[in-house]
């Protein structure tokens, strides 16, 4: 069974550039959850979905957004990219939406320059 | 709200060696709690979750934990540690029992030989 998937693996971007991350759910699971992790602010939080509706939200500026389709595949992007916003940005899904029990992608690596 | 500590942003041990990870937690309620581990360049993987059906809670790799709600903790524990077993270690709790986890700073377990 193909674990969680994220593409890109690695990217580079530019200040005031956007970006769209993409991570592919193990099958037949259909919560998927974004965490933004760095070294100095660690795991964060960013927006869980649920069969295509956002159900919690992190404390982070309007500039991050995702979203879920009808396949549990989900995206991320992140708007207007700051130096700050440099990060490796983790994608988990869980097969139901109650269980906290999460499985993770190996993560997309962002660097803003 | 709730919040995980975790003591010790480093722990080192001699191979063979008790592993020791501490975490504390905050919460008024009797929360679901998790360690997870990560190893370089990978994203997170489930050690073990307590879910309130037994205080001692048992995972993967010989790794096992205790919930004592009179000291709000959670420390993970593995009686020999291998070689095998470095890698940064997270300590989450999930305040609504979905896909947002709170996860504490990270201890980073470093086995001598």
């Known amino acids: 069974k193909a674990g969680v998937t994220q593409t890109p693996r690695y990217l580079i971007k530019t200040r005031g550039q956007q970006v769209t991350l993409s991570c592919s759910p193990i099958?037949?699971?259909?919560?998927v959850s974004w965490y933004q992790q760095t070294p100095g602010q660690g795991l964060q939080f960013l927006f869980e979905?649920?069969?295509?509706?956002?159900?919690n939200k992190g404390n982070f500026p309007g500039r991050f957004s995702g979203r879920q389709f009808s396949n549990s595949r989900s995206e991320m992007n992140v708007s207007t990219l700051e130096l700050g916003d440099s990060a490796l940005y983790l994608c988990a899904s869980s097969l139901r939406d109650n269980t906290g029990e999460l499985f993770f992608g190996e993560g997309s690596r962002l660097t803003v320059l | 709200a709730q919040s995980v500590t975790q003591l010790g942003s480093h722990v080192s041990v001699s191979e063979g060696a008790l592993v020791l990870l501490r975490c504390n937690y905050s919460s008024s309620v009797p929360p679901y709690l998790f360690w997870y581990v990560q190893y370089p360049n990978q994203g997170l993987q489930l050690l073990l979750k307590?879910?309130?059906?037994?205080?001692l809670v048992k995972g993967i790799n010989g790794f096992e934990a205790e919930f004592k709600k009179s000291e709000t903790s959670f420390h993970l524990t593995k009686p020999s540690a291998h070689m095998s077993d470095a890698a940064e270690y997270f300590c989450a709790v999930s305040p609504s029992n979905t896909g947002k986890l709170i996860f504490g700073q990270g201890t980073t377990l470093q086995v001598k030989p």
């Open positions: 307590y879910t309130s059906a037994a205080t």
């Open positions: 979905y649920f069969s295509e509706t956002q159900r």
């Open positions: 099958s037949g699971h259909r919560s």
